[in-house]
Nanobody, 120 residues
């Protein structure tokens, strides 16, 4: 089992910044991809950014140039630096990891989510 602990959410004004962190723990072998999703009230959960173990990244168009995803493989942690926040970024942000066991089983794990609220 893999547990995820998220932190860094909060309430900010438009134009300000926040940094989210998500640390994985438990029976870890290899964290393949780590990423962030978000879900606004009444909407589906959507991908924000994802990073592979080698550092390749992918972002949803609406956050390109404002958000930066990074990871520390030694600490099993993924970060999301969010700059120039907009009210439309308001959502619950969820960390997701894809874990590979030493016998080749891939499993997805989700964090409990952290609220980000951006006021205008």
């Amino acid at each position: 089992q893999v547990q995820l602990a998220e932190s860094g959410g909060g309430v900010v004004q438009a134009g300000e910044s926040l940094r989210l962190s998500c640390t994985a723990s438990g029976s870890l072998f290899r964290l393949v991809t780590m990423g962030w999703y978000r879900q606004a009230p009444g909407k589906q959960r959507d991908l924000v950014a994802v990073i592979t173990r080698d550092g390749n990244t992918n972002y949803v168009d609406s956050v390109k140039g404002r958000f930066t995803i990074s990871r520390d493989n030694a600490e099993n942690t993924v970060y999301l630096q969010m700059n120039s926040l907009k009210p439309e970024d308001t959502a619950v942000y969820y960390c997701k990891v894809v874990h590979l066991t030493n016998w080749g089983r891939r499993s997805d794990y989700w964090g409990r989510g952290t609220q980000v609220t951006v006021s205008s």
